[in-house]
C-alpha cells in the first residue's frame, strides 16, 4: 500500500499543503543524473539532491508501511474462543488494527477501540471512537468508563483480544477516585514540556489511573486476555507501552513522585493526596488475576528500521542502524550524529560512504522558549546548525504516527543547503533552536514533512545520508 504525504511550504498555522505526492515504496534506485559539463554542474547537483530527498522520503515511507496493521496483525490473530470474543484497544493504530481484525475474522465479534482524532477507521463490527491526544479530554474519559463495562462480568470460555498501541496512555485517561480529569490534563501537560522521558511519563500516569497498570486486564477477570501490541517505545518493554493496561507493573507510586520531584512538577493537593498514600499502587505482575493474560508484539520500531534499511541498500547505500531506542535530548542526540555524520564523510570512520544512519527512539525537548516543540524538528534543526552545510550530508526525521509533539506535522529533512537558505530568508537558526520553533523554521523553508494520520507509531525515524566523495 503506497503511502500518500505531502512534503511543502506551509503557512504559519496548520492548512492546505503546497503539494502532494504518492510514495511507493521502491525496489530500485532511482537513477541520478548523468555528470554533466562544468556549466550545467549546479544544475545537476539540485537534480541530485533532489533525487537523494525523495530516497530519504521512501525510506520514511517504508519504515511506515512496515507497521502498517493490515501487515502485522492476521498473523497473530488467535483461535476462535468458546465464548466470546470482545475486541478492545487504545492508541493512533488501534482503529486500524481493528479493521484488520474485522477482515480476517469469520467469527462474530464486538466491542470498542479509541484512537485519537482524524485516526479513526470504519469498521462494522467494532465501534471506533476518537479522542484527544497528547492531552487527554472527556471524550477519552468516557470511552475508557465504557470499556472496563464491556469487560465486566465475562467468563473463563471468553476471549479479550486488546489492540494496544502508542497514544493509548492519552486516550484511555480514566482517573482514579479523588482525582479530576483537569488534573490529568493538568499533570500530563507539565510532563511533556517537563524533559521527561516517556518510561518516566508513563510510570506516573500508571499510578494515577483506573485502567492502566494492569487494572485493565485485572478487570476482565476471568476471561483469558491477548494484547496485541504495536509498540512505540525504546526497549519494548509492555509496561511502558500506552501505560501498560493489561500487564504487570513492578513500579510504584514512590517511583512516580520521585519523577515529578526530579522535573519539578507541580501537582494539585488530591493528586498528591493519592500519590502519598499508596491507594493509586498498580496491579503488580504475581497478581493472580493476570494468569490468563498474553501479549504479544506484532510490529516495532526495529522491523521499521530494517525495512528502511532495505530500500537504502536497494539504492546502493549501506545502512547501519545506530539503535531503535535511542533517548535524550533531541538537540544533544542532534549534535552527537553530527559527529558521527562528519567522521564517516572525512575519514571513512567507523563507515565508509556512500552510507546512510539510521536511528529510533524516542527523545525529548524541554521546551524553554516560545516555540511549538517538535523532537524531531529539534534533533534535525540541531544536527542542521552543527553540520554547518557540510556537502554531500542529507537527513530526514520523522514521527511514524504523522504528529510530532503537538503539531500535525510528521517532521522535516534536511540538505547542504537548508542552513544558507534560511539565513537568506532573514531566518536565524540557532535563535529558532533556542527557542523551541523547529517547526516553524523548517515550515518556512518549505522542508516540512506531512503525511497525515499515518495508522500506526513505531517512535521516531531518523536517516542520515551520506554521499561519497561530499556528493562531487
Known sequence: MPLVASFGKLPGTVGPRAWSVTIPVPRTRRPFPARRADGERNESMNERSTATQHLLRDMFAAAIEAAQPSRCIPAFLPEAPRGRLIVIGAGKASAAMARAVEDHWPAPLGGLVVTRYGYAVPCARIEIVEAAHPVPDAAGLAAARRMLEIVGGLSADDLVLCLISGGGSALLPLPLEGIGLEDKQAVSRALL????????????????????????????????????????????????????????????????????????????????????????????????????????????????????????????????????????????????????????????????????????????????????????????????????????????????????????????????????????????????????????????????????????????????????????
Open 193 to 472: 514540556k517537563s524533559g521527561a522521558t516517556i518510561s518516566e511519563m508513563n510510570c506516573v500516569r500508571r499510578h494515577l489511573s483506573a485502567i492502566k497498570g494492569g487494572r485493565l486486564a485485572a478487570a476482565c477477570h476471568p476471561a483469558r486476555v491477548l494484547t496485541l501490541a504495536i509498540s512505540d517505545v525504546p526497549g519494548d518493554h509492555p509496561r511502558d507501552i500506552a501505560s501498560g493496561p493489561t500487564v504487570g507493573d513492578a513500579t510504584s507510586c514512590a517511583d512516580a513522585l520521585a519523577i515529578i520531584r526530579r522535573y519539578g512538577i507541580e501537582l494539585s493537593p488530591a493528586v498528591r493526596a493519592v500519590l502519598e498514600s499508596g491507594s493509586a499502587e498498580s496491579v503488580k505482575p504475581n497478581d493472580p488475576r493476570l494468569a490468563g493474560a498474553e501479549f504479544r508484539l506484532v510490529a516495532t520500531p526495529q522491523m521499521a528500521l530494517e525495512a528502511a534499511a532495505r530500500v537504502a541498500e536497494a539504492a546502493g547505500y549501506r545502512a547501519h542502524i545506530l539503535g531503535d531506542g535511542i533517548e535524550g535530548e533531541a538537540r544533544d542526540v542532534g549534535k552527537v550524529t553530527a559527529g558521527i555524520a562528519r567522521q564517516v564523510a572525512a575519514q571513512g570512520q567507523p563507515f565508509t560512504p556512500p552510507c546512510v544512519l539510521l536511528s529510533g527512539g524516542e527523545t525529548t525537548v524541554t521546551v524553554r522558549g516560545r516555540g511549538r516543540g517538535g523532537r524531531n524538528v529539534e534533533f534535525l534543526l540541531s544536527l542542521g546548525i552543527a553540520l554547518q552545510g557540510m556537502p554531500g550530508i542529507h537527513a530526514i526525521a520523522g514521527d511514524t504516527d504523522g504528529v510530532d509533539g503537538l503539531e500535525e506535522l510528521a517532521g522535516a529533512c534536511l540538505a547542504p543547503d537548508t542552513l544558507a537558505r534560511a539565513w537568506a530568508l532573514g531566518i536565524n537558526p540557532l535563535q529558532r533552536l533556542d527557542d523551541n520553533d523547529g517547526h516553524g523554521f523548517f515550515g518556512a523553508l518549505g522542508d516540512a514533512v506531512v503525511t497525515g494520520p499515518t495508522l500506526t507509531n513505531v517512535n521516531d525515524f531518523r536517516a542520515v545520508l551520506i554521499e561519497a566523495n561530499g556528493g562531487a
